[in-house]
C-alpha cells in the first residue's frame, strides 16, 4: 500500500479545504517545500499536490516548487490541478513528476485524455471527483451529469496509468473514505486505484489494503490536525 501524503498549494501556502470549497480552507504554516522536506524526513516515497491555483486558472502556476521539492527531495510525485493541454502536462514530466493526474479536462473531452495517453505514456492518471455517483468538475463546482462507473467503462481502455478516486462529501471530512463505491470502481477499473478522501484514523488505512486493486491511499487533512501520526503512517507505507 503506497501512501501519499498530501500537499494542496494556494498562493504559495498549504492549506486544505473542507468538501474543495475555496471559502472554507485552513492555511498551515510550513511552506509546501519544508511540508514536503517533513514527509521525506518521515521516510515517504510518495506525494500528492494539488496546485490550487492552476485548479483556479488553468495554468502551472507553482511549477517552480514543485521542481524544487522534485529535485531536492527525490520524492516519486503526482501533480493535479486545472491541467487542461499537453504543454501543462509535458512541463510537469520535464521537471520529472511521476505521474500527471487529468481531472475535468478528461471528462469534458475523452479524446484529450486518450490522446495524453498515447502522448505520455505510463506519466497519466485519472482523477474521478464524485458526489452521489455522479463525477464533478471544475473545481467541483460543476456537476458532469456523468456517472462515475459509465464514465469509466468509456475510458478503460485508453492506457490510463493510475486511477484517483475522491468521494466529495468525504473530502476533508475525516469520516473514513467511501470503500464501498472505492470497490466498485477498482473492480471495473484497467488500473490500480487510489483512495482520496475522508481518512481518518489508521484503521481506514488497513481497511484499504484489504480492497482488490487498490495501489495506495492518500491522507491530507488527518495529518495536518494530528489525527494520525506520521510515525504511524509510515509504517503501512510500502
Known amino acids: 500500500m503506497k501512501i501519499f501524503p498530501a500537499i494542496d498549494i494556494k498562493d504559495k501556502k498549504c492549506v486544505r479545504l473542507v468538501k474543495g470549497n475555496f471559502d472554507n480552507k485552513t492555511e498551515y504554516e510550513l511552506s509546501p517545500v519544508e511540508q514536503a522536506n517533513k514527509y521525506k524526513e518521515h521516510g515517504f516515497k510518495n506525494l500528492h499536490i494539488v496546485d ?5 486558472t488553468g495554468e502551472t ?34 521537471v520529472g513528476v511521476e505521474k500527471v493526474i487529468l481531472g475535468s479536462a478528461a471528462i469534458k473531452d475523452k479524446n484529450f485524455l486518450k490522446d495524453a495517453c498515447r502522448k505520455f505514456p505510463d506519466k497519466i492518471a485519472l482523477g474521478l471527483d464524485a458526489k452521489d455517483g455522479y463525477l464533478s468538475v471544475s473545481g467541483w463546482k460543476e456537476n458532469s451529469n456523468q456517472s462515475t ?15 484517483i478516486y475522491t468521494d466529495i462529501n468525504r473530502d476533508g471530512m475525516k469520516q473514513s473514505p467511501n470503500f464501498e463505491v472505492t470497490s466498485k470502481v477498482a473492480n471495473i477499473s484497467n488500473c490500480p486505484v487510489i483512495i482520496s478522501g475522508g481518512v481518518s484514523s489508521i484503521d481506514d488505512i488497513k481497511k484499504a489494503k484489504s480492497l482488490k486493486n487498490v495501489e495506495g491511499i492518500i491522507v491530507g487533512k488527518a495529518i495536518y490536525d494530528g489525527d494520525i501520526k506520521l510515525e504511524e503512517l509510515v509504517k503501512e507505507d510500502a
Open 52 to 56: 490550487l491555483d492552476g485548479a483556479l
Open 149 to 163: 462507473l459509465d464514465y469509466l467503462q468509456e475510458v478503460n481502455n485508453y492506457g490510463v496509468s493510475r486511477l
Open 61 to 94: 502556476v507553482n511549477l517552480d516548487i514543485i521542481q524544487e521539492i522534485v529535485k531536492k527531495f527525490d520524492l516519486k510525485i503526482e501533480i493535479g490541478g486545472g491541467i487542461r493541454n499537453f504543454e501543462s502536462i509535458k512541463k510537469y514530466t520535464d
